[in-house]
């Protein structure tokens, strides 16, 4: 990912490149370089940046969009209209496959991504230098994101394939506090002693007759399959069930009330 | 899409609502519930709304999570942290997934994709609140996206797995201006005309030698053949070679040297 190059195209707005720097580091890019930005740089782009200064600071500022990707082996570029160029366009997910490919066949090679004006987006001619079209398919009833927002959307996806092509895991695993056992499903048999308790339980607290089942167990073993429950969850159902019994008056499981 | 609710907790700064709102409004979603917001309505908000001003128009405000999320059959809430509560985490992907699962199957039910406090998420409580939490696949070493950015994430895998699922192209198609010609590609003996052309001017160019081939016509045809030209195209490298023979003296295709 430290070949994935972000170019910014005659920003108007510098908290726009605050923005874009602060997804680019969210998602593990890190190279900015910014074509003619009108204020640059600008207490607006560091407030919004929100601790990726590194990025800011790293950004490389040039005059033409030519400067800014001459030794790219592959450029592509934002394009949210139709601009009646016949031109491949692909998705953020596409593009993002274009990139992690490229990279894979040409280790030393730089690949960017090139973002247009917040008005305006590339003009014909930036757009032309761009091997590919990247379009975000947006509602076209309301069809232009934010810069930032859309620097977000291409790093995201480039992210996400890169973690999936490497083997990690896309999402975090969270830690048990308690024990080991959380994890560990509660077995056919506990199920069982648990569906024995409950129906016992219900019959104890007159809202279920054997003579009349009505499909309730059934409906019950469903609900309780469905949720799996583990050691721990299961040491609090049966907790429940022993402390209803208590509180109706019957001493244990199995005791007749006294 | 109209069934899907996001839902901001304690938002603190006006500029990202009105962020949000409009990558909502992008995505083709447009239900936003407010969670005691510190400032709202606010112009800042306006201002990044950017014209999804109907969204934020539209937005309820609301004093608990517990009145945003009531009539909801599934809640998803995001998470940056790991707060070793052990819980059902998806990624982006996977959570667009069960919300438009869950939208199939309950034809009138609402989801909500419940946000956080800029500074500090949701609570502990809140997130219990969430039959799932939702982690942003991002930099552990810079892991908070901003507020309208993680809105955004959602809202476009949502949207990219709504327009998959119905069959509708993820990328705008763009239109060719010149004829339906552009999109019809070479055909084989065209290809073939074209490679005697082009063999017979790199001869006339002194750049070719038939005796001393070095393998330079099929390095030729592997390239154009990858290039897979349409007919527009062909015709333009076909005129190319044409004018290349004029330039040097040669009249027309065939002819000997003037």
Redesign the interface.
Known sequence: MNRVRVVLVNTSHPGNIG?AA??M????ISELVLVDPERFPDPDARA?A???DDVLEGARIVATLEEAISDCVLVLGTSAR??????P??????AAGLVLDQLDDAPEATVALVFGREDSGLTTDELQRCQY?V?????PE?????L??AV??LC?EL??LD?QRSGQ?????????TSIQ??IPATAEEMERFYVHLEQVLVEIGFHDPQKPRQLMPRLRRLYGRIRPNQVEMNILRGILTETQKAIGVQASGERRR
């Open positions: 923005g602060r997804a580091k969210n998602m593990g919004r929100s601790g990726a139709d601009r009646r160029i016949p031109w366009v692909v998705d953020p997910r596409e079209h379009h975000i398919p947006s509602n309301f069809s232009s994101l934010n930032a927002a977000q959307v995201y992210r996400m973690l895991p896309t999402k975090m695993k969270k830690t048990e506090t959380n994890e």
